[in-house]
């Protein structure tokens, strides 16, 4: 007896992973550079590679970075930070930022957060992740104030027996 496919063909996988983050398999580092350095070059030449199918040329995007950073920056300077040779010249941080945001792209951000074990969310995802943080310390506080009123429940229950023994007694 055959077993089905797992996922017919042009049916998506179900996967609960909200926040996966895809990060380049196989980064090579060349002779002399370490894998954080080649990984950084290699998402810089992805975004820009992205942005160029989008219409957007490394001279444009390098345009668009000197008018941000106020300094000159040019498609050589991009080509020098991407080249796995060029391990000497590295992208600045003000630069790479400048960079994602002309690009539209944050996969060299999330790269490196995936590096450090972290995840970079959009300000939405942000936004599910605080309410849904606000929703387990809301059950927590729930469930804690449940054991407290019954602890109350029963003190209140033994001071009011109490009183009402006293009472039948004649005490005060």
Known sequence: MSRRPRNPPGQLALSFDVFAIETPEGVVAAQGQNLYDAGIRQMLASALDDAFARGLSRERVADAISERLARPVNKSHLDLWCAPSQIDRRIPVDALMALMSVCEDARPLEWMA???GRKVLTTDEALCAEFGAMAVLDRHIKAKQKAIE??????LFGHLMGKI???ARGEK
């Not at 019954?150 to 003190?155: I, L, N």
Request: glycine share 8%; aromatic share 0%.
């Open 114 to 116: 995936h590096q450090a």
């Open 150 to 155: 019954g602890q109350m429940d029963e003190k």
């Open 165 to 167: 023994r006293r009472s």
